[in-house]
DNA sequence: CCTTAATATTGATTTTAATCAAAACCGGAT
DNA sequence: ATCCGGTTTTGATTAAAATCAATATTAAGG
């Protein structure tokens, strides 16, 4: 029987491309045998902070892993810029999710981290996981694990995104960040995107028009409101059922 | 500047949601310190071969991890079931690569592993796996530490693999099995492909006709000769310049 | 060898999304 | 408030691939 991870109802599309976008510090740590105090170390004392402004870079591209970064506020995308100049957007990254770990199988970047709005993030330095990595020898191997995990997650993912449509597409996503949202203890149904249609298609593999014209179908079948970069989610589960659609079609 | 990694030119399609398909037993071992008399003792003294006819399974989605495999003749594919039954097919695997690390991360195997064609493998037994980490501790990080470049690797070409016309995906394909049957010894340009035209769709995300539609294409073009499941590249630079194609476009 | 089922090709049509283009809208700066 | 650049929406058209359908080819088994 197939399992859990590869059911389509069990995906979050914002996955897709995106590196450890949802794991928070805690998540992370507490499986490796960090206890709640140690995470608090962790978070509170090992930590510089660090403010980003709109546009600004957190890391870049080919730079060196040097850090983790929890993020404290604001909003982040991941990105990487293909030969030709474009970019293509790799993940939405919100207060309380983790950054970097896209290092830690090479020790480079593999993508830019771009603020969308003025941010806030905390810095733990891989010279202070070096540190409780000698207290905790597994760590780094768990970061390993937890990476792996992540990305064939991602993975399985990007299978099904291959096979949806437009409308499905954009589903997944709002469904995603619904979540996410409601995980940092916002509202699930009535939030504010801070991406532009142009970062959501990229995102998605679609246009920037047809990403407007799936959020204007989704509003006409009364399942969304959106007024620019405000969705507010009328139906969550008629919006689950559009998502689903695709991989029961054909 | 953008890495060599995500550079289009050094990316084969192939590799896109496969698990470590072109990863030998060699590749995989001699980073971690074994030397070559280890490995040899790895290939020779602790594996158990195994017969698989056309059509069997090497290894079931959902199933513990027992063993990495080393696949010696034949050619299988790798597959996940979606909810409605339909199969996606996840990578293709020859003789001299490697199977099985799919499930390093989780213990479980994520996908199905088929034989095209009767086939043989080498199966190292996990347990063996575990007698090499007490001697040498970082096998186990280091596997994960190539499960996660292989899977990053996957996951940049996907990104890529999203905005590619048919046609270029299928001359991203034939290059990829291009360069692995070469590596493995075998003629660069002339080649029989084991998978029918459905397995070669549901990899690269066409339909069956789109993608018999695109071979014609290539062969119209003068720059493969197909007969079936024979394949001879007449001009490889042409086919490399399909394929170099479409992230330059747009 | 012939039969049959699976596979592959090709054509016609429809669906989907990209592209081109114009207008409307919004937010920040003055 | 007004202007301006960037963003969003919507429409018309084009391009690509899916779908439907028919035929041709191949491989496997009797």
Redesign the pocket.
Known sequence: MLPERFSAKNFDVAHIRSSCATCSLRELCLPVGLNEEEVETLGEVIVNKKKIQRGGYLHRTGTKFQALYAVKSGFLKTCVLEEDGRQQVTGFHMAGELLGLDAISTDMHTCDAVALEDSEVCEIPFSKLEDISRTIPSLMHHFHKIMSREIVRDHGLMLLLGS??????LASFLLNMSRRFAIRGYSETDFN?R?????I?SYL????????????KL?EDAIIA????HVKILNLERLKLKMGNSSC??
Do not use: H
Not at 195 to 199: A, D, P, W
Not at 205 to 216: D, H, I, N, P, Q
């Open positions: 949806m449509k437009a409308e499905e597409r995107l991406m532009t249609r142009e970062e298609g593999g679609l246009k920037l028009e047809t990403v407007s014209r799936a959020f204007s509003q959106v007024n620019n970069k079609a054909t």
